[in-house]
């Protein structure tokens, strides 16, 4: 009678387990997510905007808690062919040493 009693319970906690988990697995706030993004930049812009941060991530966007959203989505490269307009840094030289003898 144990063993049934035993076994009988281990099945619904397994269920209730399952169940609730995947109930849990979306919140009726979860609208955004990584995807919806351009860029790992917007989706920070996003964040900072809303006011969210490690303890109030309702999209779960930081799901490393590090307050850092959507970091590790691969984005798709830019396809934007435009250059920058990139400075040139010349060496600098090297102080000249004086003779002291």
Not at 69 to 90: A, L
């Amino acid at each position: 009678m144990k063993k049934l009693l035993a076994s009988a319970t281990a099945v619904t906690l397994l269920t209730v387990g399952y169940s609730s988990s995947a109930f849990a697995a979306k919140s009726p706030n979860d609208t955004k997510n990584c995807g919806h993004f351009k860029s790992q930049q917007d989706a920070q812009a996003f964040w900072d905007q809303n006011g969210y941060g490690v303890g109030n991530d309702p999209h779960r966007l930081d799901n490393d808690k590090d307050g850092i959203p959507c970091e590790d989505y691969k984005y798709p490269k830019s396809t934007n062919t435009t250059t920058e307009n990139k400075e040139t840094t010349k060496p600098q030289e090297q102080p000249k040493q004086e003779n002291t003898k």
